[in-house]
């Protein structure tokens, strides 16, 4: 079951990142800001109901769609949110807007293999609003990526939601 669940978080991630395809057209003022094709964030479940079997084959799914799966070419950048309760906080940024480029993949993997659980609560919805706020805010949001995606993992992948909007060009 573990496997599967980690294969099933592998395939879900290439999935969403080679549905998306098409390229921006740039304006004239874009062309100094290194552009994602794709903004992508992922929500995790950090909260109690998240067992730490689960847990780390969740970050560790993310973490190889990261080395194996998203292109090292600049067209994705990714952010990783993770949602639950510590000391009141609902929901954090594990992984700023990075674009994932050779030179960064394997340091992004690092960073989300750390990942500390935060555990308490399932604030769901402070998870997807923070995403979508690091998306909005990302320097890279003035020249827009073709789709902005917001995944949330959690522990049962028919309840993982997916929220994609394709911006006008």
């Avoid at 395809?21 to 909260?47: N, T």
């Avoid at 609003?129 to 998306?135: D, K």
């Amino acid at each position: 079951m573990d496997k599967t669940f980690q294969a099933s978080l592998v395939f879900l991630l290439g999935l969403l990142v080679f549905s998306f395809a098409s390229a921006a057209a740039l304006s004239p003022s874009c062309l100094a800001i290194p552009v994602a094709r794709i903004q992508l964030c992922m929500v995790i479940d950090g909260s109690g109901s998240i067992i730490g079997t689960e847990w780390n084959l969740t970050l560790q799914a993310v973490a190889r769609g990261v080395t194996d799966t998203i292109p090292h070419d600049g067209s994705i950048e990714l952010t990783v949110i993770q949602f639950g309760y510590l000391q009141g906080v609902y929901a954090r940024t594990e992984v700023a807007p990075v674009i994932i480029e050779n030179a960064s993949h394997s340091a992004v993997a690092q960073q989300i293999l750390s990942i500390g659980k935060m555990g308490g609560s399932t604030p769901t919805a402070f998870g997807v609003y923070l995403g979508w706020q690091e998306l909005r805010n990302s320097p890279r949001s003035a020249c827009p990526a073709d789709r902005l995606s917001i995944w949330r993992l959690t522990a049962s992948l028919q309840t993982t939601l997916g929220i994609t909007t394709q911006r006008a060009i």
